[in-house]
């Protein structure tokens, strides 16, 4: 996972870092993912914003016209200016360093796929308003603004795997065009109501790309699987039923990858896994559920135990599999 999208949250509060959204962002961060979040829905006024979308560790997605309806006949504004800035879209506090959204990207009228089981949104009714298309919905909203930056990111990551949220924002704020006001006395907007600015897609991806190292793919590959049984548990006994297998990773795996699947959502059964040094490194305890599932980042090469413990079960048999991730070089 290296991308995620929030367009959910609240606005006019004060960024808190010790927000439990907040440390998750930044725990999020830390792993290397690029975090995204709608800057809100509450402008035109200050102070406006998503709080959760004013930490340093994520983006701040603002909204806009996906069309250039910019007066293009003033001599000021010919140089290709995409859209005008949305009036929900959320503002920042001026001079605040934390408190501003960090890119614009279409927001508004955005069609896309609905589910005909989700009576919020309307049916979308064709360009001509008459023409009803009801598997597609036209809404507005920061909240649409927000995928289109985390698709970008996508196309980012594809040209340059190598990029953090740093990166990202790096490259998609300094390829940004201005952002003017439509009406009335012209002016640029300000960091706090636009960030950067509209965001140039083809821009950033082109500036991703060209501080490019070596390119990168992931290879996946099986390791062994096997099969077991974990034997009857009694409910409220102190000591579970259970099946050990030793799995062995090989040198130079990035991730692995291992699971559990006995097909009985009736039956608890709950997932370790165990390092090298027989330390408990990671573990899985779904209820009502028919198989378990962990990945272990960059493992150290030996061998791994693997226990599959049952709770309340009869007699039950399993299958197990186990497969790595490898980073290597596009050839």
């Known amino acids: 996972m290296r991308i995620i999208s929030n367009s959910w949250g609240t606005s006019g509060s004060h960024f808190a870092p010790y927000n439990p959204i907040s440390i998750a962002s930044k725990r999020a961060y830390d792993f290397g993912m690029i975090v995204n979040f709608a800057a809100g829905n509450s402008g035109p006024n200050n102070d406006t914003l998503n709080p959760y979308s004013a930490s340093p ?64 949104v309307e049916p979308y009714l064709g360009k001509d308003g008459l023409s009803p298309e009801p598997m597609y919905s036209s809404i507005s909203g920061t909240s649409m603004a927000t995928p289109h930056m985390s698709g970008l990111t996508a196309l980012m990551l594809e040209v340059n795997p190598s990029l953090n949220l740093d990166g990202v924002l790096e490259a998609v704020t300094s390829t940004a065009n201005p952002m003017y006001t439509v009406s009335g006395e012209i002016r ?64 130079g795996a990035s991730a692995v990858r291992i699971k559990t699947d006995w097909g009985n959502p009736a039956y608890d059964l709950d997932l370790y896994v165990y390092d090298i040094t027989g330390k408990l490194i990671a573990s899985s305890a779904q209820g009502a559920s028919v198989a378990e599932e962990v990945v272990i980042p960059n493992p150290a090469a030996g061998s791994y135990r693997v226990q599959l413990k049952g709770w309340l079960n009869a007699q039950t048999s399993y299958k197990g599999t186990a497969e790595i991730d490898k980073i290597v070089p596009v050839q």
């Open 188 to 251: 640029q907007l300000q960091k706090h109501e636009v960030g950067a600015g509209y965001a140039n897609a083809y821009a950033a991806v082109e500036k991703a790309a060209s501080t490019a190292g070596t390119r990168t793919t992931v290879e996946t590959s099986p390791l062994t699987s096997w099969t077991g049984t974990v034997g009857t548990a009694v409910d409220g006994t102190p000591i579970a039923a259970e099946h050990n297998h030793t799995v062995s990773v090989p040198t």
């Open 57 to 120: 560790c994520v983006i701040s997605v603002g909204a806009g016209h996906a069309k250039n309806t910019m007066n293009v006949a003033n001599p000021r504004l010919r140089k290709g200016v995409p859209g005008e800035l949305a009036s929900f879209s959320s503002r920042g506090i001026p001079g605040d360093q934390f408190h501003f959204p960090d890119i614009v990207l279409p927001g508004v009228n955005i069609v896309a796929a609905r589910a005909t089981s989700g009576p919020i």
